[in-house]
Structures are given as structure tokens and as C-alpha cells.
């Protein structure tokens, strides 16, 4: 039988012109008729290399074929083992920027990023309050003197030097971590989509994701993570009030509602001076209303689980001030809206309402002002007013139909009505288990409507103040601070390693402060509390009862802070000083 043709000779004799030695091919070499295929006129290289040099090339060019094939087929073996991997034995959790859940994890993981060693990663200002840059402040400032004798006064140009900026993972690439034993991986990124504005023109914007994922069947691992940073985020929250109010317009559209725009100390109750029958009627109301068997109590009588409050008073008598001290006391965040707000209509409104937290204050200001479209609407339906001319008032409806008709919106403040305000307060959408507290300076301008029971179903009044309450401020104003606001410490130490563990919480860390007990006045250094109450009942004495309500009452103390006998000696003064600027119905004040 006949030798047969290998193929390096088959291929040899199919490119006579490649010139290459087919026969030459060693087992480790491709056949110099395969990489001319690759590389167009690799034969005449070869055997120019070949004859100049007498080296020949297809060994090395055959050998970075081959590493390279080989990488092409591990990359995509890795990529379908790694999607064959991932779709039976990794889970995922997406968590979308408009999201409360989106910030606590940022926040957590910023934190573990203090000094973790990452090499991706994202440098924030963040915004502080004032209660957060003092308590990372390590010395406390003090107006000195210079050698001169000159006042060196507080200042504060380099705080935005001290301040550390906040670490988080970068967008666009991917992370991973450990967390209590397992290994997880996140993903932050933007995406884009279309955004229909409310003018009819999209553009495309963008929205951040997060994406977690660990290894194994179950999110399990992964929920206890949201969890824990949800813990995190909410640590020490039972010695902070936090403020919310509606996100801006364009946030609302995608879902983020509501915005935290302050953290506050909470304020003890004890500093609202009010009756104390009355401040515990509403303590007593509010404790029976959030007691969880008191909303199984309504839901089996069919009663809706709401309860409306409405404090009101003249200005600065503590309707606001009650409300944080509540909201300190029960836990609960409050929720502010202003019915003035220009970009507010009542379906986000009610958006708004029905997106609220399970338990929390929900606090409702000036709610007089609320009947303001309601009176404009009326009275156009009504005709002009009195000492209007009919032709002045066709003119205003003329301009506003001008502007209807080409679409702008008639007045600047669509506003809230009343009847939607209605609604929204106890329609069928309306949430139930919040605290709804409404505070108004003018009681008698409110419609019955609004505050019949079932919308209001607890009023307290407030005052100006009483002699015995003015001493109670007084006191309260120069006793020695017991209960220093102490800002909670982290839950978890930072990170000091990838492999990042979290630490037993210390019990200490979420107990408050302890509360001193109502009457321990001590009085301002170098001064008795027994000689304290003495001059407080003499200042008292010089303001006549109603006269003044706390909060101007605050001011002028507030001004004399370290000298309580100088308050005293100067009260007479301010007295008669007030009457006057009231008799002359001026506003700006002669004596502070
Ligand atoms: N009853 C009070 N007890 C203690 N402090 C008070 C009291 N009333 C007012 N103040 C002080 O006066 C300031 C203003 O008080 P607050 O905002 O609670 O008044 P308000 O009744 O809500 O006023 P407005 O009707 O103008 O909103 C606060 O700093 C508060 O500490």
C-alpha cells in the first residue's frame, strides 16, 4: 500500500506559492499553510527569516497562536461557567437610589471604608449638622485673648478643612467584601431612561442601582446585610428626632418621597413648659393611640386608626416645641409639610400620606393658611368682591383665563383646597397609625370641617406664659445642664481588614442619657439653687401673666445667659420697652 499525503503536504500543495516547508512542521508547529491563512503572506516572511537568519519563525509565532487560542477558550469557558455559576448558585438583590434602603447601605459600607484598604472608590462631602461636627470635634474652642489683650474670637473659616470626607464605592465597578462570614459582591451603577417631564419634553436621566450578590441559593445573607446597615443608619435615632419633608418635585416622580432634612437631638419634654396636666393628657392619648392592640381594638370596630391633634396658640408658645418633645418621647420621625409649598399638588399630596412610615408624626403647619385657595376659588365662583368693579374683576379673570389658555398655570401657587385637604387627611387612601398634628395661630379661622372629631380629635391650647411658668423658664434657662446631648457612637468599629466583622453593640451606646429628675435644679455655678429660685420668682414677678409668650420670654434671657441677676435687674426695662413698641404697633423692638 502507498504512503498516504499528510496534511501539511496536502496543504503544501494547495499553496505552491506560500513556499513553505510543510514537511519541516514539528508536532509543536502549525502548518505554515494554516498561519498564511491567519496572517496574509506569512510563507514569504517565514522563509525570508529562514534563509537570512536561518531561524525559523513558525515555532514562536505558532506558540503565540496557540497561548492566544487558548486564552480566547479559558475567557470563554470562565464567562459560560461564570453564567452558568451565577444562575444556579448566586443570588442577587437590586436596590434602587430612590430608595431609604440605597442610603443606609451607602452609608454602611462608607463606613467600612474609613480604612479599608479599596482601591475603587467614590470621595464625598457630606452634609453635617452641626450636632455631628461637634461630635467628631476632639477639642472644644474658646474665645481667648491675644498678648495685645485683644478678643481672638471663635472662627470657624477652616472647619470645611477638618471635616473628612465620606468614602464610598465608585460607580461603575465592582466590589467585594465580607460580612459576617460571607463574601459578597457589589455592583454600583448608573442607568439611564427616559424621563417623560410633566412638559411633554423626555430627556434621558440617570438613576443609581446597587447590586448585591453572595454565593448560595438563598438572599438570605444578603437580606441580613440590608438589615444590619438598616440598624446601622438607625443607631442611636432613640436619642435624634429626624426631620422629613417632601423630596423635590423631580425626586417625588421616581418614588423617593420623603427627604431627611435634620436630625436633631430630641428635646426633653421636661424644657416645654406647659401645663402639665395638659402636656400629660396628650402623653396618656398619644401612648393609648400607638399601642398595638389599640389599632387591632379599631380595625374590629371598623373605626380607620388615625388620630389627629391640633395644637393652638399665638406664636411662639410651644406648639412646635411639644411636637419635637413628642416625637422624642414616642420614637417617631416627623413628617413636615407645609401646604404653602409652590410645587405641591393634592395627588402628591396624598402620595405623600400614603407613603408614610407604619408609626410616625405627620406635622401639618399653619393650617389656617390651607383655606387660602379655598377662598380664591370660592370667590370666583362667587363674583367680585365688595369695592371691586365688575370691569376691574372681569380683567383679573381675563388675565387668568389668558394664562390657563396658554398654559401656564394661573397663579403661581396652585395650592391645596380645603376638600382635598379632606381627603387626603381621612380619605380611603389615607394612611393609617400616624399621629396627624396640626398647629395654627388662628383657631378661628379654621373650617368646622377640618377639625370635627375623627380629623381632630384632641386640642390643646397654649398661651402666652404664666408667672409660674416665666420661673420655670427662668430656672430651666441657668440650672446646670445634667443631661448633656451626647451623640450616639457607631454601632460596628470600622473595618480594619477586607474581612470586616461586626462588634457586639454595647448596651450603654442606646440607653439615652440619664434624665435628671423634674425638680433637681441646680443652679449656674457660684450661684445656690435655693438663691437661683429666688431671683427666678423675682423676675417672674415683673412680667405680668399673658404678657409675653415663652419664646420672647427665651430671647431676652437667652441674651443675659451667664448672668441671672442681670436678667432680673434688666426685666423691668424690657417690660416697659414691649409695651410701648405694642401701643405704637411697631415691630422693631427698643430694648433686647
Ligand atoms: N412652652 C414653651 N416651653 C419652652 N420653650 C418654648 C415654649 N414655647 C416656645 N418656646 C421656645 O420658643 C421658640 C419657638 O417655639 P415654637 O416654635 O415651639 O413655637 P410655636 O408655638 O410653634 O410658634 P409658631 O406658632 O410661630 O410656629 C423655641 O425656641 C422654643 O424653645
Known amino acids: 500500500m502507498g504512503r498516504q499525503p499528510n496534511i501539511g503536504q496536502l496543504l503544501g500543495a494547495s499553496f505552491p506559492g506560500s513556499g513553505a516547508d510543510v514537511n519541516a512542521t514539528s508536532p509543536t508547529q502549525l502548518p505554515t499553510a494554516i498561519l498564511e491563512g491567519f496572517i496574509p503572506g506569512y510563507g514569504y516572511i517565514h522563509r525570508f527569516v529562514l534563509q537570512s537568519t536561518g531561524f525559523d519563525v513558525t515555532s514562536l509565532v505558532s506558540l503565540i497562536a496557540l497561548l492566544w487560542a487558548s486564552a480566547r477558550i479559558y475567557k470563554s469557558l470562565y464567562s459560560a461557567l461564570v453564567t ?40 464625598e462631602t457630606p452634609a453635617k449638622t452641626t450636632w455631628q461636627i461637634d461630635s467628631e470635634a476632639t477639642e472644644v474652642p474658646e474665645t481667648t485673648t491675644d498678648s ?35 463574601y459578597f459582591t457589589l455592583k454600583r451603577k448608573e442607568v439611564s431612561f427616559m424621563d417623560n417631564a410633566s412638559n411633554g419634553a423626555a430627556t434621558f436621566k440617570e438613576r443609581e442601582t446597587l447590586t448585591i450578590s453572595c454565593y448560595g441559593r438563598s ?15 438607625h443607631m442611636g435615632h432613640n436619642v435624634k428626632t429626624i426631620i422629613k419633608r417632601p423630596s423635590p418635585k423631580d425626586m417625588r416622580r421616581f418614588g423617593g418621597r420623603w427627604l431627611t432634612i435634620a436630625e436633631r437631638p430630641c428635646r426633653p419634654m421636661k424644657t416645654v413648659v406647659l401645663d402639665e396636666e395638659r402636656k400629660m393628657d396628650v402623653l396618656a392619648d398619644i401612648n393609648e393611640y400607638l399601642n398595638p392592640a389599640t389599632a387591632r381594638w379599631y380595625a374590629n370596630r371598623g373605626i380607620p386608626y388615625r388620630r389627629g391633634y391640633l395644637f393652638y396658640g399665638p406664636p411662639g408658645t410651644g406648639k412646635t416645641s411639644l411636637t419635637f ?12 409639610i407645609s401646604l404653602l409649598e409652590p410645587t405641591l399638588t393634592e395627588e402628591e399630596l396624598g402620595m405623600l400620606f400614603t407613603n408614610l412610615p ?49 398654559g401656564q398655570p394661573a397663579d403661581k401657587h396652585e395650592g391645596i383646597t380645603l376638600s382635598g385637604l379632606l381627603n387626603i387627611i381621612d380619605g380611603v387612601a389615607s394612611h393609617e397609625g400616624r399621629v396627624l398634628v396640626m398647629t395654627t395661630n388662628h383657631p378661628e379661622q379654621l373650617d368646622e370641617a377640618l377639625i370635627r372629631p375623627g380629623r381632630v380629635d384632641h386640642q390643646v391650647a397654649f398661651s402666652n406664659a404664666t408667672q409660674s411658668q416665666v420661673k420655670e423658664l427662668f430656672e430651666r434657662m ?14 460596628l468599629k470600622p473595618a480594619v481588614s477586607g474581612n470586616t466583622h461586626a462588634t457586639t453593640t454595647p448596651k450603654s451606646i442606646l440607653t439615652p442619657p440619664p434624665t435628671p429628675k423634674p425638680n433637681a435644679i441646680v443652679g449656674i455655678d457660684g450661684l445656690e439653687a435655693e ?36 436678667a432680673a435687674n434688666e426685666v423691668e426695662g424690657w417690660v416697659e420697652g414691649l409695651k410701648e413698641q405694642r401701643e405704637s404697633k411697631t415691630k422693631l423692638s427698643r430694648v433686647q
Not at 451565577?86 to 474609613?114: C, G, P
Not at 444578603?222 to 443608619?233: R, S
Not at 418633645?325 to 413636615?336: N, P, R, S, T, Y
Open 531 to 566: 438663691e437661683l429660685s429666688q431671683i427666678a420668682a423675682d423676675f417672674a414677678s415683673k412680667i405680668p401673666d399673658g404678657m409675653c409668650s415663652p419664646a420672647e420670654i427665651q430671647g431676652f434671657l437667652l441674651k443675659r445667659k451667664k448672668d441671672p441677676r442681670k
Open 325 to 336: 418633645a413628642l416625637a422624642g418621647v414616642f420614637g417617631l420621625d416627623i413628617h413636615v
Open 84 to 123: 452558568a455559576v451565577q444562575a444556579v448558585w448566586v443570588s442577587e438583590i437590586t436596590i434602587n437610589s430612590t430608595d431609604d434602603i440605597h442610603n443606609h447601605l451607602i452609608q454602611f459600607l462608607a463606613f467600612q471604608y474609613r480604612t479599608k484598604s479599596a482601591r475603587w472608590l467614590l470621595a
Open 358 to 406: 407604619a408609626r410616625c408624626i405627620v406635622l401639618l403647619e399653619d393650617i389656617d393658611t390651607a383655606g387660602l385657595v379655598r377662598v380664591e376659588k370660592e370667590q370666583e365662583d362667587r363674583g367680585p368682591p365688595p369695592g371691586t368693579s365688575k370691569d376691574e374683576w372681569n380683567v383679573v379673570n381675563l388675565a387668568k383665563a389668558i394664562k390657563k389658555a396658554n
Open 219 to 233: 438572599t438570605e445573607p444578603i437580606k441580613k446585610l440590608i438589615q444590619h446597615a438598616k440598624e446601622h443608619h
Open 478 to 491: 441657668y440650672s446646670i445642664d445634667l443631661s448633656p446631648v451626647t451623640s450616639p457612637k457607631p454601632l
Open 148 to 182: 495685645e489683650g485683644n478678643i481672638k474670637w471663635l472662627n470657624f473659616s477652616n472647619q470645611d478643612a477638618k471635616s473628612q470626607p465620606r468614602f464610598t464605592p465608585a460607580i461603575g465597578s465592582t466590589h467585594s467584601f465580607w460580612h459576617k462570614g460571607t
